[in-house]
């Protein structure tokens, strides 16, 4: 069974860091990405990463501020947000990939609220 499972989303004020990981097992998958969803907006890609962690991509608007990497040995994904500011707010997911099966697999999402 594929569980991709996201946690770590919180309340926090603008200028702090917040840390999320996504847990994902049941198959062997060869990237991963965050993404987020704000109201009244479409979900964008936040950060991706292959399963190596050699090649890492980010969005205009987090770089410099997000790290995204991978712990192997917990087979988790994690996202450091630094300095984050009132238009990092949105639910966060997390995308697992098997390009074996062809197929992408999706967290339920985690709250990051940030707001003074």
């Known amino acids: 069974q594929v569980q991709v499972v996201e946690s770590g989303g919180d309340l926090v004020q603008p200028g702090e860091s917040l840390r999320l990981s996504c847990a994902a097992s049941?198959?062997?998958?060869?990237?991963y990405g965050w993404y987020r969803q704000a109201p009244g907006k479409e979900r964008e890609l936040v950060a991706s990463?292959?399963?190596?962690?050699?090649?890492?991509n980010y969005a205009d608007s987090v770089k410099g501020r997000f790290t995204i990497s991978r712990d192997n040995a917990k087979n988790t994904v994690l996202l450091q947000m630094n300095s984050l500011k009132p238009e990092d707010t949105a639910v966060y997911y997390c995308?697992?990939?098997?390009?074996?099966?062809?197929?992408?697999?999706w967290g339920q999402g985690t709250q990051v609220t940030v707001s003074s």
């Open positions: 995308k697992a990939v098997s390009w074996f099966l062809r197929r992408d697999y």
């Open positions: 049941g198959v062997t998958f060869s990237s």
């Open positions: 990463i292959t399963s190596t962690g050699g090649s890492t």
